[in-house]
């Protein structure tokens, strides 16, 4: 699990840095006005050769042979690059343990790893034919305590040779107690007072090893520390104080040679307390980040924009015609993306908010704006049904608007006239899903691109539609409440409305809990609220990764139900092809079926005001996040809603986490924030192909501060020296370099 999700993480911070190296060249046109010097943009930005060193491979470093060459490649390369010196150093420790040298056997702890001086009092060697038992070796500390040595096939002449017969060595390793005695099985060191003199004062521990010893890769790690050249200092001299930070080189030096042994958390949920350290290499780390988006936005701004907005009659005439009056938060974030419209520069704006706040109608008005002032719209979906819906509740909403359909399933008849159509502006808005990045689609005159459920969507589909049109602005909006952190880190470039507000008249959702063994009564309950007129969601365990297991569940499921409720029963899978899906979905909100069993198809979304029971089996294999999606598809009407969860026991730490923070809240920021401490940043934002940034040493669900820092230290360095150019610019370059966001350094030319 967790190699998966380092080679999850790992991938998806390359797909970043592939984005945005494809950006530059697609964003430097030759006749951009804006681009400095045209093909000086695209020249490959030269690494200073300062850093060469660490980006050779770890191979070329003193100690490593053919035996553990591989074993690294499998622990630090990528299908795409060998495992780097730079790699090795950036493969932290995740603790350490202080070698302590105890006076006496007895006053050593149990369990735990000690350093003891010993005199070699006796030899017990295996005796031939023995089987498994052990060569033992009887040692006695200085007042006369005496401890086993245990040794288990190992040869006699190499043991005699560590451990020969009243010679005084220092032992560490962990001792235990058998049958009432104390002994040390296989100690990790055997050391002389020469050798002790040698030892590292802290043994680092570090996490994933591929089969080699945590030695094997501290020895590496030192090894790669002598190619660290001298860098210029990137960070604020006086910041540094202030902070109690260390150097850059230094920081690496205390992670891989610690004088101390870390500090332990005393949540284990929880990370430990970052040492300085740690702290700098963080801080590195998120600026490197944080400054690339910074350069990305500055240079996306730089383009000159146009005004997309009218003088409001069209949006206004939409807006009066709803059929319900905007809340607070909707009108201001109206408000906010119409002033970025009518400004005469390119808006990224991020539209986040909970599952039912109501984001379609802003995005709407939004829209009407663009059309107000002569341009085209798009609104993008990431799934059909989505994209369906969006444009099935849009068309009573839009009065004069023409708004067009287009999905991955029209005919090729309907498509060439969509396409037709569009070129040509007869179409005001066109809705669709990712076949909108399809290159063959032209716009006459896009002027506003809406993209929903944005987590789906990366930093290079952002671009790509950027490139359909010239100075098109963006509105991308987010269903799952992104922590402030997160935000910043991915959308760190955009700016950001939120809709913190529900529609006025929404009943609290009543969630509760429930063993899975008494699923009877809550069919039996079912029952009552079918008979009274309720509509039932029932979401199927997610069994594994496998979509047919999920899919036999659910069919099984489906079965059992409609056993009791017969054809007021439903199924949805995402096996299905569109138009049956279409269809069931179609049935469920028009009240055919009442009780709509589905796989997690439902998750983003998908709006049934009427329904107002989400039953959701095997709740405890979900995510936060996605329990609070779900639950999000309730609740949608002015009906009491509830949510039942469904849990097989007995529960992880996690997972009883996880259910008791959905049983007592329902404000999406404060679940993803504790969806973000509770699994990691890796797994927030779900999809693999999201192509958004991880990191290699911060760890964002703790780093916060810090990334706020950095984004305001970003943004005023972007601010100042645009081009890197003064001496703290030219040491930022070799950060940029360093972390592997040179992509960004194109972006504002060789220069
Ligand atoms: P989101 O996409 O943010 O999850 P939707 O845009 O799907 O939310 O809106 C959820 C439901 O709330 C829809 O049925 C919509 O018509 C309704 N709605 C939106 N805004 C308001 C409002 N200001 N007052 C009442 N109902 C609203
Ligand atoms: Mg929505």
């Known amino acids: 699990m967790i190699r998966r999700l380092r080679h999850h993480v790992r991938r998806t911070a390359m797909t970043d ?157 962990r001792i235990d107690l058998w049958d009432g005695t104390r002994q040390m099985v296989h100690p990790s060191r055997i050391v002389d007072e020469a050798g002790l003199a040698e030892l590292p004062a802290v043994e680092p521990v570090y996490g994933a090893t591929e089969g080699l010893t945590s030695r094997a890769i501290n020895k590496l790690a030192v090894a790669a520390l002598d190619r660290l050249p001298v860098l210029p200092e990137w960070q604020d001299a006086a910041w540094l104080e202030k902070n109690r930070l260390p150097a850059f080189a230094d920081a690496l030096r205390a992670e891989h040679r610690p004088e101390e042994a870390p500090p332990k958390a005393e949540d284990p949920l929880q990370p430990p307390p970052a040492t300085p350290s740690r702290k700098r290499l963080a801080y590195d780390e998120l600026l490197a980040s944080q400054l690339a988006l910074a350069l990305l936005r500055a240079r996306q ?188 880190t991915f959308f760190g470039d955009m700016d950001v409305s939120v809709l913190d507000e529900k529609p006025a008249g929404r009943q609290p959702i009543r969630t509760i809990t429930l063993p899975t063994e008494r699923i009877d009564e809550v069919v039996a309950g079912l029952a009552r609220a079918i008979a009274g007129g309720e509509r039932v969601y029932w979401i199927c365990p997610l069994v594994e990764e496998s979509e047919f297991i999920d899919l036999a569940a659910a069919a ?70 996605q329990l609070h999606q779900l639950r999000g598809r309730v609740g949608r009407g002015s009906k009491a809603s509830s949510c039942l969860l469904l849990y097989r026991g007995p529960l992880g730490q996690v997972s009883r986490a996880r259910l008791e923070m959905m049983r007592s809240s329902e404000d999406g920021f404060r679940i993803a924030e504790a969806d973000l401490k509770l699994r990691g940043e890796g797994e927030v934002l779900g999809t693999r192909q999201s192509g958004l940034a991880a990191f290699r040493l911060a760890r964002i669900e703790s780093d916060g501060a810090l990334l706020e820092a950095a984004r305001d230290d970003a943004r005023m360095i972007v601010e100042r020296d645009p081009g890197l150019k003064s001496p703290r610019g030219q040491a930022l370059r070799g950060l940029l370099y360093l972390f592997e966001r040179e992509a960004a350094i194109r972006l504002i030319g060789a220069g």
């Open 17 to 173: 840095a592939r984005a945005l190296q494809d950006a530059a060249p697609r964003d430097a046109a030759p006749n951009d006005p804006e681009a400095p010097g045209g093909e000086a943009v695209r020249a490959p930005a030269l690494r200073p050769s300062l850093l060469d060193p660490l980006f050779a491979p770890a191979r070329t470093l003193p100690g490593i042979g053919p035996k553990m060459a591989p074993l690294i490649e499998k622990l630090l390369g990528t299908p795409e690059r060998e495992a780097r010196v730079v790699d090795l150093l950036f493969h932290l420790p995740q603790g350490g343990v202080a070698r302590k040298l105890m006076g006496s056997v007895g006053e050593a702890p149990v369990g735990e790893p000690v350093t003891l001086g010993v005199t070699v009092v006796e030899h017990r060697p295996a005796q031939i034919g023995s089987g498994r038992r052990p060569h033992r070796v009887v040692v006695e500390d200085a007042s006369g305590h005496d401890i086993t040595l245990v040794f288990f096939g190992m040869p006699r002449p190499r043991v005699e040779k560590m451990l020969p017969l009243g010679a005084h060595r220092y032992i560490t390793g």
């Open 556 to 625: 099984e499921r489906f079965d059992d139900l409609q056993r009791h409720f017969g054809a007021a029963v439903g199924l949805i899978h995402g096996k299905m092809p569109g138009p049956e899906k279409d269809a069931a979905m179609a049935r469920f909100a028009a009240g055919e079926t009442k009780l709509l069993v589905s796989t997690t198809v439902v998750e983003v979304g998908v709006d049934v005001p009427e329904a107002t029971i989400m039953v959701i089996e095997h709740a405890e294999r979900f995510g936060l996040a």
């Open 301 to 488: 701004r730089r383009k000159a924009g146009r005004v997309n907005a009218g003088d409001g009659a069209l949006s206004g005439r939409i807006e009066a015609t709803l059929p319900f009056a905007l809340t607070g938060a909707q009108a201001r974030a109206v408000a906010e993306i119409r002033a970025d419209l009518a400004a005469p520069r390119r808006m990224l704006r991020l539209l986040q908010g909970d599952v039912g706040s109501g984001k379609t109608a802003v995005a709407l008005l939004a829209l009407a704006s663009a059309v107000e002032a002569g341009r085209q719209g798009a609104l993008m979906a990431p799934t059909e049904i989505l994209a369906r819906q969006h444009f099935e509740r849009l068309k009573p909403l839009a009065g004069s608007l023409r708004l067009r359909l287009m999905t991955g399933r029209d005919r090729a008849a309907e498509r060439k006239s969509t396409l037709a159509d569009l070129a040509a502006g007869e179409i005001d808005i066109l809705v669709g899903t990712h076949a909108l990045f399809q290159e063959a689609v032209t716009f006459r005159d896009l002027g506003l691109a809406v993209v929903d459920e944005q987590h789906r969507f990366g930093v290079h589909q952002r671009l790509a539609l950027g490139a359909k049109g010239e100075a098109v602005d963006f509105l991308v909006m987010t269903a799952t409440p992104i922590p402030r952190t997160l935000a910043l």
